[in-house]
Structures are given as structure tokens and as C-alpha cells.
């Protein structure tokens, strides 16, 4: 019934794709409110710290940097000398159960972990409640590894981890939407006066008095500079980066005891130009998603490379989130998307065409490479099953819809982020385990 994405791949119709980027395209601009680099030498025993004079003292992007003029990747790398420091210990392993290879379980008693319109940070994109799901059965899912099982949720005891600490998560909105439910996992067992949160902004904390201790989300798109840095206002027709820069975002980040990284759907938006710190014209390179996304990833990992002491500071990536906007990846024949999915694929092979693999083996590949220094949480798998877990239409749309849309309801279907509570809460609880 269900096929790989490699085998279908040729099949997919020029149409598919162009629905594919017009729904991205729709959902990423319809969020107003919130909204490389060359590895080398990984062995070496010095420890290089990164400075790059050109990122420096090139213009800071924004959403009105403009390309002078367009040229195509030449393929430059940019040349990181990147020395890790010598780490004396993999990450210790806590169990050889792979947590991320199982099954979701309807689990009413347990879950879900909060109430919805309890949580005082919940997201109008994310309340699907509240936004009119009638049915609920999205919550009550719990994710059970094979061969071994999770710690019961308890918010104490992962207070007591944070104690003291800044935990950073950095990304997108799918990370933002993993934020939203962190905080809604563990703001109850605080006080209403012990608690407070700083509005919108590039960088967003919530602080937890009692504890010490800081949530915080930083708009990161890219994960390197871009002109979509605007946490609000990142309504643009083209995606310009410095593929040599993390500096704008890093110089926040890198006071975090604990990070968690994304980025993924950003670069499935099409072509990317690429700005060089030292080009001094306004000629922009452009190059393709992956070629692009390899570069902003590479330019990260010179900065964890160079910069994280495993033993003081702990880091994870967060895989891709996988999308559900086609019906008959999962169910042969039919023609619809995530719109009215009630219930979790039961297929463990399951794999979507939303989850890129040639991304997936290059993000598999740069990890590799920072193995004592950022641990995986690779919700990608698990995710993929959980075609029912997506707003769909119940979320808040900040353009009114026309007639038209809604008379077909999957057409202007978000499913790509996802309701709370729901699977993100999964992802966080992965995350814990770990901590
Ligand atoms: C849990 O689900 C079962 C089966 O659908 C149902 O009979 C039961 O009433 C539910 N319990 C709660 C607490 O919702
Ligand atoms: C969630 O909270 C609301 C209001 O406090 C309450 O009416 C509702 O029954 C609660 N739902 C669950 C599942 O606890
Ligand atoms: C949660 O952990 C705290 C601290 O370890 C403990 O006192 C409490 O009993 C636990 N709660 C539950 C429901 O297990
Ligand atoms: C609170 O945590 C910060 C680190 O995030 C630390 O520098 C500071 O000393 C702590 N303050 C108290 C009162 O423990
Ligand atoms: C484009 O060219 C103008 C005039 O030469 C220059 O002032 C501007 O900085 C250039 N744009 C970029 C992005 O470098
Ligand atoms: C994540 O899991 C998938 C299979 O579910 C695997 O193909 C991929 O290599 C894993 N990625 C990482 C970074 O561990």
C-alpha cells in the first residue's frame, strides 16, 4: 500500500510540487504574529575559536537586503578550520533501548499531560481545541519504545535538572511550537507569581523563579544570518543567507546551558541566495535547498565544534518533523492531506515524501561528526506516524479565507505544525529522558 519516497519520487507530478509550495509558502506567511564552509581536521587536539573578521564587519541582513545581482553556487565552502577539542568521553549512553524505534498507544488515563486552555502560553496556531477539533483523540496518544519504556512525566524532578540552568531551544516554528509545549509540560507546578515570561521577540524567556531557571525560544529560521531573522515580519519572496555567519544568533545562544537545535522546513521553500561576508557588491549566489541548507549546517557545527564543552554545556538537534500533505502516500487512491486524519499509521515502515532523505543523510552526516558534543532526538520516525497529530483547520489563520477555501476545507489544511497537546509533547519527554 505504502511506498517509499524514493520510489515515488519519479512519479511525483510537477502539480504535487508546486500545491506542496504553495502550502508552505501559505502557512509560513501567514505567520505574522510570532512568529560552510569546509569541515576539516576533526581529530586535531587544539581548540580553534571561531572568529571570523569578514562576518563581522559585513551588514547585518535584514528584510530589506536586496541581491544586486544573481549568480549560480560556485560551490565555495567556507573553509572552517574547525579543530574540536578533545573530548575524552562519548556521551554516555543511558540504556541501549532505542528510544526512537516503537508504537504509539491509546493511552486516555495518562495523557494528555496538561489541558489545553490550562496552559496559560498555549499558541492559537497550536490550540486546535479550541479552535474547533471535534474530535480528541490526537491526545491521548503515548509513545511506547520497544524493549524498554519512559520515565512516568513528572515536572518536579525535571525542575530540579533545570535548577540554575538556561535551556535554549533555537529554530523555527516547529521548535517554537516544542518551546510552547515545554512550557506547558512544566509551567503548572509553578506559581502564578513565581513565573513570568518576556513578550515576543527575537529571543523569548520565561523564567522560573523558584528554580533559577530560564525556557527560552530564539527565532532562528537558517540557524545562520538571514533576512528572515524578524521573528514577525518575515513575509519575503526570496530567502537571503550568510553562509559564513552564525554570529548574529550564537551571540545569544551561547550563553545556554542546555541548546536544542532545528531547522529543516525553512529550506524546502526552494532555491537559497547565498550573500559572502566579504562580497562587497550585492552579487548573491543561489543555490539549491540541500547545497544550502549543507552550508548554514557546517557553519553551525563550526560553532558547536569550536565552542561546546560537553561536560558544561549540553546539545541536541531535533530531526526533521515530517509533514502529511498528501493522502495517498498512507491510503492509496484518496486525494486529500492531514484533513480529518483521526487516527496514527499503524505501518512502522512508514515514510512520507515530506522527510527528504538526501537531507536527512546529510544532517545524518554532520552529526557524525559532533558525536561527543550534540546528542540526536530524532523524532522523525515517530513523527511520520501521526498523521491525525496536525491542526489541520482548526488553528487560528491570521488571513480571513475566501469562499472558495472553504468549501474545500484540505485545501488551506496546516499540516505541518502540530496540535498541543499532542506529539511535540512527545519530543519533549524524549528530550528529558536524556537530560
Ligand atoms: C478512554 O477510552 C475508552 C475507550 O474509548 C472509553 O471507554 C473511556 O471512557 C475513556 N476514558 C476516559 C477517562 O476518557
Ligand atoms: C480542562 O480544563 C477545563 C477548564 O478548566 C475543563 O472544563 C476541562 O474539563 C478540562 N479538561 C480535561 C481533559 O481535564
Ligand atoms: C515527582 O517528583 C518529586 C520529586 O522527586 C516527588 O516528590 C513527587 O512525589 C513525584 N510525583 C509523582 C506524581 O510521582
Ligand atoms: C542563577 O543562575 C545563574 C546561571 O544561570 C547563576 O549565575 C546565578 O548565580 C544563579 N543565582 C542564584 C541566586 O542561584
Ligand atoms: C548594491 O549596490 C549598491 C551600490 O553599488 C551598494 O550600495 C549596496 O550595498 C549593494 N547591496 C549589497 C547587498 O551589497
Ligand atoms: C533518524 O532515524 C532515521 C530512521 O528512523 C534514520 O534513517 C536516520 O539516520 C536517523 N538520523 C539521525 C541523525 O540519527
Known sequence: MIQKWHKKKSQLPLIAIIIFIFILLTIFLNEKRFQQIHIKDFDDKKTFSFKSTDSVNAAVLDRFTTCNSTIKYKGQKAGWDLRLPKSDKQREQKDSCDLFSGRWVFDNTSYPLYNESDCPYMSDQLACHKHGRPDLDYQYWRWQPHGCNLNRWNATEIWNKLRGKRLMLVGDSLNRGQWISMLCLLESVIPAEKKSITPNAHLTIFRAEEYNATIEFQWAPLLVESNSDDPVNHRLDERIMRPDSVLRHSSEWEHADILIFNSYLWWRQGPVKLLWSKEKNGVCEEADSLEAMELAMDAWANWIGSNVDPVKKKVFFVTMSPTHLWSREWEEGT??????????????????????????????????????QVSVINITQLSEYRKDGHPSIYRKFWDTRTEEQLANPASYSDCIHWCLPGVPDVWNELLFHFL
Not at 486525494?335 to 522527510?355: F, R
Not at 532523505?357 to 546529510?362: D, V
Open 335 to 372: 486525494e486529500g492531506n492531514c484533513y480529518n486524519e483521526k487516527t496514527p499509521i499503524e505501518d512502522e515502515k512508514y515514510w512520507g515524501s515530506g522527510s527528504d532523505l538526501p537531507t536527512m543523510g546529510m544532517v545524518d552526516k554532520v552529526l557524525n561528526k559532533l558525536k561527543s
